[in-house]
């Protein structure tokens, strides 16, 4: 069955950086979409990163030249770099199989605090 793994979460200060990795399985990674979303308490879940199968990438505006999403196919595995990490980039992220069946991962937390 189809699987997704996230880990790399944590505390980091505010300026620091993580890297999440989505560790997938049950399905020919490369051959799909694969995203990563945030969930803030009370908000909404958004897109964050997206890679197509061609390794073409798309960013919503608030994480542009912060974070960057790669993908390993040879290891079923896509990381999300993020760098000068904000309070505001505090949420839970989820990793996302793109469809037509749609999966998700358990989630990741990260908190950016001093």
Not at 21 to 35: E, K, L, P
Not at 73 to 84: D, F, H, I, P, R
Request: hydrophobic share 30%.
């Amino acid at each position: 069955q189809v699987q997704l793994v996230e880990s790399g979460g944590g505390l980091v200060q505010p300026g620091g950086s993580l890297r999440l990795s989505c560790a997938a399985s049950g399905f020919t990674f490369s051959s799909y979409v694969m995203s990563w979303y945030r969930q803030a308490p009370g908000k909404e879940r958004e897109l964050v990163a997206s890679i197509t199968t061609g390794n073409w990438k798309t960013y919503a505006e608030s994480v542009k030249g912060r974070f960057t999403i790669s993908r390993d196919n040879a290891k079923n595995t896509v990381y999300l770099q993020m760098n000068s990490l904000k309070p505001e980039d505090t949420a839970v992220y989820y990793c996302k199989r793109g469809g037509p069946a749609v999966y998700w991962g358990q989630g990741t937390q990260v908190t950016v605090s001093s």
